[in-house]
């Protein structure tokens, strides 16, 4: 399979260095060549049976736009720009492109998911109030994660009703720190998830290419199909 990796951070170089374990032909493309999408050519992303994009909130949509006008099959795992994600489903739609998307390819993290989904409905009417603490690396852009975001949106969704506040936290070179807290009035029940290595993240991304590219073209959210991966 050939894979084209846009972005060079530290996720990015790590979904490289896995998808090429994998045996996969790989080529990466940094900021400098692909200045405003300047390098997602037609017939350059023609060449790729799938691209991965680990990038910036900035860059990320360019590069969507560019490559699913093509038709092309992408694999998106840069958060902050799902204000666009109605936008995004329509243009792959129109092009019969294929667009997965996800806060965090870990199977930790959607493992996580699915027990915060319980924990909030089992004590749903219990006099519990939620929120979500999250810790990333200093050069992260986005605050807070799409993660912690998700996180939050499955309480809300179980409950039916609260808002579930986040605290962001932007310190060091943390992977990842995940907390859901559940506090009653005489005490407290914390969910956490801790990344200890960025290639869980990498692992999930590749995986998710390589379904993709079997997948009948359309638009997915990695929650729906991780089972699947």
């Not at 996800?102 to 959607?110: C, K, P």
């Not at 027990?115 to 909030?120: D, E, I, N, Q, V």
Request: glycine letters at 10%.
């Amino acid at each position: 399979m050939r894979i084209l990796i846009l972005g060079v951070g530290k996720t990015g170089k790590l979904v490289a260095e896995v998808a090429a374990q994998h045996g996969h032909s790989v080529h990466v493309l940094d900021a400098t060549e692909n200045k405003d999408g300047a390098g997602l050519t037609a017939p350059f992303v023609a060449g790729f049976d799938v691209i991965v994009d680990f990038t910036t909130p900035e860059a990320v949509l360019t590069n969507m736009r560019a490559c699913l006008a093509t038709g092309a099959k992408m694999v998106i795992g840069t958060t902050g720009w799902y204000d666009k994600l109605a936008d995004m489903k329509a243009l792959a739609e129109r092009r019969g492109a294929s667009l997965l998307y996800g806060t965090n390819f870990s199977l930790g993290v959607q493992k996580m998911l699915e027990l915060t989904r319980a924990m909030a409905s089992v004590l749903k009417d219990s006099g519990y109030t939620f929120a979500v603490a999250e810790t990333h690396h200093e050069s992260k852009l986005d605050s807070p994660s799409g993660t912690a975001i998700t996180l939050a949106d499955t309480v809300t969704a179980a409950l039916g009703a609260q808002e579930v506040p986040i605290r962001a936290t932007r310190t060091g070179d943390v992977a990842g720190i995940h907390s859901v807290i559940a506090t009653g009035p005489d005490d407290s029940i914390t969910l956490t998830h801790e990344s200890t290595s960025r290639r869980p993240f990498a692992e999930g991304a590749v995986r998710a290419a390589e379904w993709l590219v079997e997948a009948k073209p359309g638009v997915y959210d990695l929650r729906a199909v991780f089972g699947k991966l």
